[in-house]
């Protein structure tokens, strides 16, 4: 993937990525190997059975991940029928035919936001930076939080 | 339409040791941190995860030992501060950074 931005930075050193002539006579341009993901994960608020899914608010980079990535795994806030995008086309963020599964999970961005659903976790996140000072203290963390917690269940 | 409901350990079982992982949301935002719990639970080594922006999911996963590689431009905590799992485990070597921005 070609990005000229690149050219005076030194990531091209420290990564180790190569430069082509461009074809179209603008000089010498950085190209970076392209990243194909075995899966994308992604936490979404509705979904179909079949994974047509829709995102509130920011979609930051999900819907790139999910076409770049030869599978994908879907947690959503709510599970929908398939009506809700047939009403409303434009609803689907990405399309059914690029998903593997999906898993209904209620809270599954927790501790981190979900627009319009819910904040992050401010007690949560310092807590787990307090405890990861010490490796004693991480592991009770864990097992307390994380671990412990119950499965299909946010943490 | 194909039916694709699954339980969480059921879909996360699918993902095999040693697979690459771009995970969604963006620092403490919309990250699929259930599945990522699962992840651990089940005891999922050898990852290598993809990443914009990553915050406690990265952090959390190079922390247990899931993940032994990182394509990220930053990981850190926002307002909260660094990602402290994240730092020890590339400075050490146990995680290869790369950072592509």
């Known amino acids: 993937m070609p990005l000229k931005g690149l050219a005076n930075s030194s990531l091209v050193e420290a990564q180790g990525f190569r430069k082509v002539s461009d074809p179209y006579g603008g000089g010498e341009v950085v190209v970076i190997p392209a990243i194909a993901p075995d899966w994308a994960v992604l936490h979404v608020h509705e979904c179909d059975p079949g994974g047509n899914a829709f995102i509130d608010g920011s979609r930051y980079d999900d819907v790139l991940l999910a076409l770049a990535a030869g599978k994908v795994l879907v947690t959503c806030e709510k599970i929908v029928g398939n009506d809700r995008f047939v009403e409303s086309p434009r609803r689907t963020d990405f399309p059914g035919f690029m998903v593997d599964a999906v898993v209904e999970v209620p809270g599954g961005a927790r501790p981190t936001s979900c627009a319009r659903l819910y904040p992050y976790d401010r007690e949560f996140l310092t807590a787990y930076l307090q405890a990861a000072a010490d490796d004693a203290r991480y592991g009770e963390f864990l097992a307390a939080r994380v671990y412990g917690a119950q499965k299909g269940v946010s943490l | ?101």
Do not use: W
């Open chain 2, 1 to 101: 339409m194909a039916d694709k409901v699954a339980s969480l350990g059921e879909a996360v079982r699918r993902i095999g040791d040693g697979s690459t992982v771009a995970l969604g949301g963006n620092t403490i935002h919309r990250s699929p941190c259930a599945a990522i719990a699962e992840m651990i639970r089940q005891g999922k080594k050898g990852l290598t995860l993809v990443k914009t922006a990553g915050a406690y999911d990265v952090d959390v996963l190079c922390g247990t030992g899931v993940a032994d590689a990182v394509l990220a431009a930053y990981v850190g905590f926002e307002n909260f501060g660094l990602a402290p799992r994240f730092r020890r485990a590339v400075e050490s070597g146990r995680v290869k950074l790369y950072e592509h921005t």
